[in-house]
């Protein structure tokens, strides 16, 4: 019996000396680069690892709207290098949802403007950004919980903005997604705990909502919520400036004359953001 007994606890011990094969996973990812672009406007490409295999890239933009604003724009779908060729931004990515038609299937706001359906509950954020009047209470730039946030666009205060969804984190650091299986291409736009903007886009088809979710959730980029834009073809981000031009995904850098060509890959509407007139 005895013997029996001190089996028995040299297993335990032994099973608690052991890794728990169902703990939770490990993200991590190389530290940030950084490449000024333009006062406030900064580029990094950082690779992203799960339990120390890599297993994405990410471009990132970081943004501080005190040095620059942006602008929704919305018109027959083309290109996002024709977008940037037309609008002369220095960036320029994918906005939110939209319907056969080119339409946008959530609220967008285009130099105070709305255009789209008021109400759609499948909308759980919203980018906003230039405040009417430079109001010293609100953010230049931000993104609004609209499960915590009540609209009145009768005295809606910003000039620009889009719904999209889902929101993967808010605000007191909940994942709002739940696991789905479905891996696509992905533009999300998030805001940090300095009050900056940060633009993400993936350089392959690996990441779910969740698990970006968790990834920014514990990455070093401090980010208070995150809210996804459009996926799959459509999700891009172009940096242009004199001295510095990226395309994202890169792997699609190399079709860029078969892509302008594709319908898939034309966007009907997009963000740019411009150094701030000071």
């Not at 290098?81 to 037309?86: A, D, F, L, R, V």
């Not at 909308?123 to 230039?130: I, L, N, T």
């Amino acid at each position: 019996m005895f013997l029996r007994i001190l089996g028995a606890v040299l297993l335990w011990g032994l099973c608690l000396s052991m890794p728990w094969q169902a703990q939770a996973q490990e993200w991590s990812h190389s530290p940030p680069q950084w490449r000024t672009l333009s006062q406030g406007l900064a580029f990094t490409e950082v690779q992203v690892y799960l339990d120390r295999e890599l297993v994405d890239t990410l471009a990132v933009v970081k943004i501080d709207p005190a040095f620059n604003d942006f602008r929704v724009f919305h018109h027959k779908p083309q290109s996002l290098i024709s977008w940037q060729e037309e609008i002369k931004a220095p960036v320029v990515f994918n906005a939110s949802y939209f319907n056969p038609a080119g339409q946008p299937v959530g609220l967008i706001i285009m130099d105070g403007k709305p255009l789209g359906p008021p109400s759609n509950r499948q909308m759980q954020g919203m980018f906003v950004a230039e405040p009417q009047g430079m109001s010293p209470d609100l953010p230049r730039a931000t993104i609004l919980d609209l499960k915590a946030t009540r609209l009145d666009f009768k005295k809606f205060p910003w000039k620009q903005g889009v719904q999209s969804f889902p929101l993967l984190l808010d605000s007191k650091g909940n994942i709002r997604v739940k696991e789905s299986g479905k891996k696509s291409y992905r533009t999300v736009i998030t805001a940090d705990r300095s009050g900056n903007i940060l633009v993400f886009n993936t350089a392959e088809n690996y990441f779910t909502l969740y698990k970006l979710a968790q990834f920014l959730k514990s990455s070093s980029f401090g980010i208070d919520s995150a809210l996804n834009l459009d996926g799959g073809a459509e999700a891009q981000l172009y940096v242009k400036t004199k001295d510095f031009d990226c395309y994202s995904p890169p792997s699609w850098q190399s079709r860029l004359g078969n892509i302008m060509d594709q319908q898939k890959f034309l966007l009907p509407t997009v963000i740019g953001v411009f150094p701030r007139q000071q």
